[in-house]
């Protein structure tokens, strides 16, 4: 099955970015992925972190709900929407969601990130839990592919990619392919990124799918990008460094048994 991690600069105006969306969604259609998926805030980034609260949506209604929804079944494919502002229990607060569209433009999969990010090197301040309601549980939903073979998908957002016990639980669940929507900085992307995404393949023999935010954005901030699709040995199928664009790759249940028949270690597991 070929899958694409889609690769944006978004800005702070929706609608341009909704129109860049579903560009990148028909370009992945047209090269036969089946499954594409945006990157974190692919619909906004704003000068401040306050400024999604005026663009958050009810579950179920919204205009970035509504072309993810439309674009799925218009284009006859699975689309994730890396993240968009959900509404929360607080005023204040939002819930930073990933949602999963099936090729009938039905919702199959919501999750709201549980790890909020925080970092100050001093020259660099973050703190998500200002804006961002925390989410609790944990999200999978199983996607049947054109050639019939049923893939087991687990979600994630971002900051979420530091805590392993949150992709093990997936693992544990059956999960085959992990998504991870991201907008890492620059800063901490060139660091870590590479490293933590391969090391989430090797450790639960899974592929990883993981569409970034990847340049210098309208309002200053620079993202990290390098979305790519790791496969479970750890290999590097597809990378796009910077700058919007479709990074395509094929994923194989055959290689995916074959390399968890060689190296059983999921079954080896004695702390669990």
Known sequence: MKVAALQMVSGPRPDDNMAQARRLLEEAAAQGAELAVLPEYFGFMGARDTDKLALREPLGDGPLQRMLSTAARELGIWVVGG????????????????LAFDPAGERVARYDKIHLFR????????????????????????????????????????????FPELYRQHASAGADLLLVPSAFTHTTGQAHWEV???????????YVLAPAQGGTHETGRRTWGHSMLVDPWGAVLAQRAEGAGVVCGEIDPAYLRQVRQQLPALDHRVLQ
């Open 119 to 162: 970092f100050d090197n001093g020259r660099e301040f973050f703190d998500e839990a200002h804006v961002i309601e925390a989410g609790a549980d944990t999200a999978r939903f199983d996607l049947t592919a054109r050639d019939g073979s049923v893939w087991r998908v687990g979600l994630s957002v971002c900051y979420d990619l530091r």
């Open 196 to 206: 933590l995404l391969r090391a989430r393949a090797v450790e639960n023999l899974a």
């Open 83 to 98: 993240t968009l502002p959900l509404q929360s229990g607080s005023a204040t607060q939002v819930r930073n969601t990933s």
